[in-house]
């Protein structure tokens, strides 16, 4: 199959005037900067590794004076030949490198050359102009882009198509002629090899990667020879495209096999840097305004433990047993939690759950089959892997279409004027949810009938009636595979099938139609499978709503609507306040961030500053030799040592008063509810952060919820008696709270319920010591430990403490400045950071105090409980404020010892 400008399609029909497969005009035509600095050091740095080559000497190269130059010639036709030594070849890398800012190559790691850039910003751009630029100065001729799937395939030939008359005014017409391999027409390898003009031929990997392919046997059409012979014998260029998914052995065997020059690696996201020469990092792109900027419109459920929550993360399949890995809500101590857990036939969720009354009634695991994916209960319901039950699913992705909705118009409002086109993309995993099919019939499914309801809601406002002129019907479309007969399927994750093609092509033939205002088609429904190669750079909304739980990296989401966005002459527009990107997600925007930020410390090595430490920066803590000999830290260790034990006491009466005042003026129950929060996501070298532009509260239409036992919840999560209970229900007045959403009503009762005790318990409690408990000096051994050097403080006078450094518990100025001023202080005689297993029990949980010094003269030793700001006595709630007052009761106990609570040196109070 053999393509030129004039005989792709979609057909470059004349001028500016483009035709799709339906016959239909549209004038759309984009336009290339060729100035773009960061595009222009990318290519230089591929032309200076070859710096050296014999440079071209004409439209004919055949030489018969002996004279070297870039080509070489065969029975076979014209291949390429690169005359550096691989020394000679280093060296220009290393200048490059040096350039550019990367770590410099030792040797060099094959004749392989990485360019690493973002996505969005250009990297198909660059290396094709790459192929122009390196024949215009060395003459090769001869290239091969090896693609690992479909979908990349297909954008490299609209990017060649679209690209062609752009490169041909840049380089005085030079000709070229591009190529997609098709095993049906091997014969046109031999017009590939024979050739003394450019020629590019785009491969699949799958279609040459193992013996049987058609490519790797003899050919009668060919004289015997196998078609791989004539691209080998042409030493072609390789260009590989996303080599990260061709790092297999028999991919890089294959790639090896064509007996390339040298391959030219592009991508976001290596594996492997071999003899790196360029990069644009993401946090580089998206300073320089070179892709979107990112904000994430979250859509989360509330409050929402009412409803038997399971979600099915996998299935196991072992010799002996089967078994499933689910999501479940499991009561802890002060709260449910949505937790995984593992069951096998039998297991009961009830029990897994901790006895949560949703899951009591059938919920006993009956069956899993790990062959079709699926774990059925005793009640009949079956889910597939991926599967969700409870949490409010539907409703949750039925307000997330309202808000790519309700964001488009808003969108279409503000860009329509400047001649901006915006496009809505959403990825679903079922196409049976956009289009069903009856009797050969097609219908809208869910999600086809619930957009055109939103749609029609946000048409008719006053301020957006007329903004879109067309039918709802025309303005949105679903991009997915179909077989023969036209039915639209399902694609597969992972490697598309030959059926992706058609969806694939649909999406690339009218990229240019999709930005016209004319076009009625704003809102593109695709699979989220067809995730990678394609996209459209006014795609301002991107919308994943999965039944089943996305696999789909951050960075491939946002990939599809990274570009910067194009007006209606096809020109980019650079504006930040337009090129907006706004994910409508379905977790908070720190999950998102967070996992947006790993993978872009995964994908890049890229590492963002004060997160990963250097190795070479690890010191050793050590204890001063004879430190358990030292008397100055013997008369103080001895007076702090001594072990104690506690008791409580508090009225009944009181707590009743107590909690139900606080229960009557608690926060108001809500009913569950939906939020929605659109954050703006700046990429920064420190991380990710972002700014809330907008949260948004939506209601429920339907609800069913299981109202449980409230006293005998209430008790086993505070140990309170019955009749307890009743009282504080009845007192406080709340209890009609209940109908509205019982989980939270009860869980904000029992955190009430336990500030109280445990402010009544410290208030009442009593220390005494325990006879014989001492807590041993060994204790100080554990803190020899390896430690980074920005998390400790370096002693200077080793007489004064007990290590060479001090392990603080942050970088805060406090602790280290306490440190300093005891190091410095003449009248402090030895301090010492007290050891993590010096804890003192309290009736809220063990407490460690941070510091014990000796002041010179005095018989008092002075304790610190707390170094760091903000905890104060005002914050009567504050468990390490209540811990603080614990310690105050404890030092009560010990002669000589004063227990207070400082911020520095200075605040002591010596009595």
């Given at each position: 199959?053999?393509?030129?400008?004039?005989?792709?399609?979609?057909?470059?029909?004349?001028?500016?005037?483009?035709?799709?497969?339906?016959?239909?005009?549209?004038?759309?035509?984009?336009?290339?900067?060729?100035?773009?600095?960061?595009?222009?050091?990318?290519?230089?740095?591929?032309?200076?590794?070859?710096?050296?080559?014999?440079?071209?000497?004409?439209?004919?190269?055949?030489?018969?004076?002996?004279?070297?130059?870039?080509?070489?010639?065969?029975?076979?036709?014209?291949?390429?030949?690169?005359?550096?030594?691989?020394?000679?070849?280093?060296?220009?890398?290393?200048?490059?490198?040096?350039?550019?800012?990367?770590?410099?190559?030792?040797?060099?790691?094959?004749?392989?050359?990485?360019?690493?850039?973002?996505?969005?910003?250009?990297?198909?751009?660059?290396?094709?102009?790459?192929?122009?630029?390196?024949?215009?100065?060395?003459?090769?001729?001869?290239?091969?882009?090896?693609?690992?799937?479909?979908?990349?395939?297909?954008?490299?030939?609209?990017?060649?198509?679209?690209t062609?008359?752009?490169?041909?005014?840049?380089?005085?017409?030079?000709?070229?002629?591009?190529?997609?391999?098709?095993?049906?027409n091997?014969?046109?390898?031999?017009?590939?090899?024979?050739?003394?003009?450019?020629?590019?031929?785009?491969?699949n990997?799958?279609?040459?990667?193992?013996?049987?392919?058609?490519?790797?046997?003899?050919?009668?059409?060919?004289?015997?020879?196998?078609?791989?012979?004539?691209?080998?014998?042409?030493?072609?260029?390789?260009i590989?495209?996303?080599p990260?998914?061709?790092?297999?052995?028999?991919?890089?065997?294959?790639?090896?096999?064509?007996?390339?020059?040298?391959?030219?690696?592009?991508?976001?996201?290596?594996?492997?840097?071999?003899?790196?020469?360029?990069?644009?990092?993401?946090?580089?792109?998206?300073?320089?305004?070179?892709?979107?900027?990112?904000?994430?419109?979250?859509?989360?459920?509330?409050?929402?433990?009412?409803?038997?929550?399971?979600?099915?993360?996998?299935?196991?399949?072992?010799?002996?047993?089967?078994t499933?890995?689910?999501?479940?809500?499991?009561?802890?101590?002060?709260?449910?939690?949505?937790?995984?857990?593992?069951?096998?036939?039998?297991?009961?969720?009830?029990?897994?759950?901790?006895?949560?009354?949703?899951?009591?009634?059938?919920?006993?695991?009956?069956?899993?089959?790990?062959e079709?994916?699926?774990?059925?209960?005793?009640?009949?319901?079956?889910?597939?892997?991926?599967a969700?039950?409870?949490?409010?699913?539907?409703?949750?992705?039925?307000?997330?279409?309202?808000?790519?909705?309700?964001?488009?118009?808003?969108?279409?409002?503000?860009?329509?004027?400047?001649?901006?086109?915006?496009?809505?993309?959403?990825?679903?995993?079922?196409?049976?949810?956009?289009?069903?099919?009856?009797?050969?019939?097609?219908?809208?499914?869910?999600?086809?009938?619930?957009?055109?309801?939103?749609?029609?809601?946000?048409?008719?406002?006053?301020?957006?009636?007329?903004?879109?002129?067309?039918?709802?019907?025309?303005?949105?479309d679903?991009?997915?595979?179909?077989?023969?007969?036209?039915?639209l399927?399902?694609?597969?994750?992972?490697?598309?099938?030959?059926?992706?093609?058609?969806?694939?092509?649909?999406?690339m033939q009218?990229?240019?139609?999709?930005?016209?205002?004319?076009?009625?088609?704003?809102?593109?429904?695709?699979?989220?499978?067809?995730?990678?190669?394609?996209?459209?750079?006014?795609?301002?909304?991107?919308?994943?709503?999965?039944?089943?739980?996305?696999?789909?990296?951050?960075?491939?989401?946002?990939?599809?609507?990274?570009r910067?966005?194009?007006?209606?002459?096809?020109?980019?527009?650079?504006?930040?306040?337009?090129?907006?990107?706004?994910?409508?997600?379905?977790?908070?925007?720190?999950?998102?961030?967070?996992?947006?930020?790993?993978?872009?410390?995964?994908?890049?090595?890229?590492?963002?500053?004060?997160?990963?430490?250097?190795?070479?920066?690890?010191?050793?803590?050590?204890?001063?030799?004879?430190?358990?000999?030292?008397q100055?830290?013997?008369?103080?260790?001895?007076?702090?040592?001594?072990?104690?034990?506690?008791?409580?006491?508090?009225?009944?009466?009181?707590?009743?008063?107590?909690?139900?005042?606080?229960?009557?003026?608690?926060?108001?129950t809500?009913?569950?509810?939906?939020?929605?929060?659109?954050?703006?996501?700046?990429?920064?070298?420190?991380?990710?952060?972002?700014?809330?532009?907008?949260?948004?509260?939506?209601?429920?239409?339907?609800?069913?919820?299981?109202?449980?036992?409230?006293?005998?919840?209430?008790?086993?999560?505070?140990?309170?008696?019955?009749?307890?209970?009743?009282?504080?229900?009845?007192?406080?007045?709340?209890l009609?709270d209940?109908?509205?959403?019982?989980?939270?009503?009860?869980?904000?009762?029992?955190?009430?319920?336990?500030?109280?005790?445990?402010?009544?318990?410290?208030?009442?409690?009593?220390?005494?010591?325990?006879?014989?408990?001492?807590?041993?000096?060994?204790?100080?051994?554990?803190?020899?430990?390896?430690?980074?050097?920005?998390?400790?403080?370096?002693?200077?006078?080793?007489?004064?403490?007990?290590?060479?450094?001090?392990?603080?518990?942050?970088?805060?100025?406090?602790?280290?400045?306490?440190?300093?001023?005891?190091?410095?202080?003449?009248?402090?005689?030895?301090?010492?950071?007290?050891?993590?297993?010096?804890?003192?029990?309290?009736?809220?949980?063990?407490?460690?105090?941070?510091?014990?010094?000796?002041?010179?003269?005095?018989?008092?030793?002075?304790?610190?409980a707390?170094?760091?700001?903000?905890?104060?006595?005002?914050?009567?709630?504050?468990?390490?404020?209540?811990k603080?007052?614990?310690?105050?009761?404890?030092?009560?106990?010990?002669?000589?010892?004063?227990?207070?609570?400082?911020?520095e040196?200075k605040?002591?109070?010596?009595?």
């Amino acid at each position: 199959m053999l393509y030129n400008a004039t005989t792709i399609c979609p057909l470059l029909a004349e001028e500016g005037r483009v035709e799709d497969g339906n016959g239909e005009h549209f004038d759309m035509k984009l336009h290339f900067d060729s100035n773009q600095d960061y595009q222009l050091q990318a290519i230089q740095s591929l032309v200076d590794v070859f710096e050296g080559q014999p440079l071209i000497t004409g439209e004919f190269e055949f030489s018969l004076g002996g004279a070297q130059t870039s080509l070489q010639f065969s029975e076979y036709g014209v291949g390429n030949a690169i005359r550096l030594t691989e020394q000679e070849i280093l060296e220009n890398v290393k200048k490059v490198q040096r350039v550019n800012g990367l770590p410099e190559s030792e040797k060099l790691d094959g004749m392989h050359f990485t360019v690493e850039m973002e996505t969005g910003t250009g990297k198909t751009y660059v290396y094709l102009r790459t192929i122009y630029e390196l024949n215009k100065i060395y003459g090769f001729k001869k290239f091969i882009i090896v693609v690992p799937s479909i979908a990349i395939r297909e954008g490299v030939l609209k990017n060649l198509q679209i690209t062609h008359d752009h490169f041909q005014d840049l380089y005085n017409k030079a000709p070229l002629s591009y190529h997609v391999y098709d095993s049906r027409n091997v014969s046109m390898l031999r017009g590939f090899a024979s050739s003394n003009t450019i020629q590019v031929l785009v491969i699949n990997i799958d279609s040459f990667a193992k013996d049987e392919n058609v490519i790797n046997k003899a050919n009668d059409k060919l004289t015997g020879k196998k078609p791989i012979e004539f691209l080998q014998h042409a030493n072609p260029i390789v260009i590989v495209d996303e080599p990260q998914n061709m790092e297999t052995d028999i991919r890089k065997t294959a790639i090896q096999n064509l007996n390339s020059s040298c391959t030219l690696r592009y991508s976001a996201t290596h594996t492997n840097l071999y003899n790196q020469v360029y990069k644009l990092s993401p946090v580089k792109a998206y300073d320089l305004g070179l892709v979107k900027q990112i904000e994430v419109d979250s859509v989360i459920s509330e409050k929402s433990f009412n409803q038997p929550f399971i979600r099915v993360e996998s299935i196991k399949a072992l010799k002996t047993k089967l078994t499933a890995k689910l999501t479940i809500d499991v009561m802890s101590a002060k709260e449910i939690r949505r937790k995984a857990v593992t069951v096998r036939n039998g297991d009961n969720l009830y029990d897994l759950s901790k006895e949560r009354e949703q899951y009591r009634e059938g919920y006993i695991v009956n069956e899993i089959n790990a062959e079709d994916g699926y774990i059925e209960f005793s009640n009949g319901r079956r889910l597939e892997i991926g599967a969700t039950q409870g949490g409010y699913q539907e409703e949750i992705m039925k307000v997330q279409m309202r808000k790519a909705i309700e964001e488009h118009f808003r969108k279409e409002a503000k860009l329509k004027p400047l001649g901006v086109k915006v496009l809505s993309l959403f990825f679903i995993d079922k196409v049976k949810n956009y289009r069903i099919y009856e009797g050969g019939t097609a219908v809208k499914g869910k999600f086809g009938a619930w957009f055109e309801s939103i749609y029609k809601e946000f048409a008719e406002k006053k301020e957006y009636q007329g903004l879109i002129p067309f039918d709802v019907e025309a303005v949105h479309d679903g991009y997915f595979a179909q077989d023969k007969k036209g039915i639209l399927k399902d694609s597969r994750e992972g490697r598309p099938s030959e059926d992706d093609i058609s969806a694939y092509q649909k999406i690339m033939q009218r990229k240019e139609q999709l930005l016209e205002q004319s076009e009625p088609l704003r809102f593109i429904f695709s699979h989220s499978a067809l995730r990678e190669g394609w996209d459209n750079p006014n795609v301002f909304q991107l919308c994943t709503l999965n039944e089943t739980k996305s696999e789909l990296k951050k960075r491939q989401e946002i990939g599809r609507g990274l570009r910067l966005a194009v007006n209606s002459e096809g020109n980019r527009v650079f504006d930040k306040s337009i090129n907006r990107l706004t994910l409508v997600a379905n977790e908070s925007y720190e999950d998102f961030a967070k996992q947006l930020q790993k993978e872009i410390e995964e994908d890049t090595g890229e590492r963002f500053e004060g997160r990963i430490k250097k190795k070479e920066d690890k010191v050793q803590v050590r204890l001063k030799k004879g430190y358990d000999t030292d008397q100055s830290f013997l008369k103080l260790w001895e007076r702090i040592r001594q072990k104690t034990t506690y008791r409580v006491q508090y009225g009944t009466d009181e707590l009743i008063l107590e909690v139900a005042k606080r229960v009557r003026q608690m926060e108001t129950t809500i009913a569950p509810r939906i939020i929605t929060q659109r954050t703006q996501v700046v990429m920064e070298n420190v991380g990710i952060s972002g700014a809330t532009l907008q949260t948004r509260v939506h209601g429920i239409e339907s609800m069913k919820m299981q109202i449980p036992d409230l006293l005998g919840y209430v008790q086993s999560k505070t140990e309170l008696t019955r009749s307890t209970i009743v009282r504080v229900l009845e007192e406080s007045g709340r209890l009609s709270d209940c109908l509205k959403n019982p989980q939270m009503f009860l869980d904000n009762v029992i955190r009430e319920i336990k500030a109280v005790l445990s402010a009544m318990m410290v208030q009442g409690v009593k220390y005494l010591k325990v006879a014989g408990g001492m807590y041993e000096m060994r204790l100080f051994e554990d803190g020899e430990i390896e430690a980074y050097i920005d998390n400790l403080y370096m002693v200077r006078k080793q007489e004064k403490t007990l290590y060479n450094y001090i392990e603080i518990d942050s970088l805060s100025v406090p602790e280290k400045k306490f440190a300093k001023d005891c190091e410095d202080n003449e009248d402090v005689e030895f301090f010492i950071k007290l050891p993590r297993k010096f804890l003192i029990k309290t009736p809220i949980g063990e407490y460690r105090p941070d510091w014990a010094l000796v002041f010179k003269g005095q018989k008092k030793l002075y304790f610190v409980a707390e170094t760091k700001s903000g905890i104060r006595e005002a914050d009567m709630r504050s468990k390490e404020w209540q811990k603080i007052q614990c310690g105050y009761r404890h030092f009560d106990e010990f002669e000589d010892v004063e227990f207070q609570h400082v911020r520095e040196l200075k605040d002591l109070q010596r009595r």
